[in-house]
Nanobody, 126 residues
């Protein structure tokens, strides 16, 4: 089970930090943050490997967003800085069980993920 928190309303240029608390059987899993704006497809904004901290960011978030995780605390974060109105969306946490050999791989396609949180709304005003 994945539970996101930390969304809200922020002015353009501001920052927010999203959290995702994971619970369930211990396992090796890669994680990611996705977002979906009205009438748009869900897109990956950041992804992180199970260990060693490999990360992926699309051009739209590179340099502004930072994904991190603490496996001991079963928690994933997304630090979002320099927010823009076009960042407005529902943000989802996702997890994918991976074999041990893929410990440092990231996955950025939604069809690769089975486990999803309920989402948290982020609204950036201009």
């Amino acid at each position: 089970q994945l539970v996101e928190s930390g969304g809200g309303l922020v002015q353009a240029g501001g920052s927010l930090r999203l959290s995702c608390a994971a619970s369930g059987p211990a396992n090796s899993y890669a994680m990611a943050w996705f977002r979906q704006a009205p009438e748009k497809e869900r897109e990956c904004v950041a992804a992180i490997s199970w260990v060693r901290g490999s990360t992926y960011y699309p051009d739209s978030t590179k340099g502004r967003f930072t994904i991190s995780r603490d496996n001991a605390k079963n928690t994933l974060w997304l630090q979002m800085n320099s927010l823009k109105p076009e960042d407005t969306a529902v943000y989802y946490c996702a997890a994918k069980v991976v074999p041990l050999k893929d410990y440092n791989k990231t996955y950025n396609h939604q069809e690769e993920y089975v486990n999803w949180g309920q989402g948290t709304q982020v609204t950036v005003s201009s």
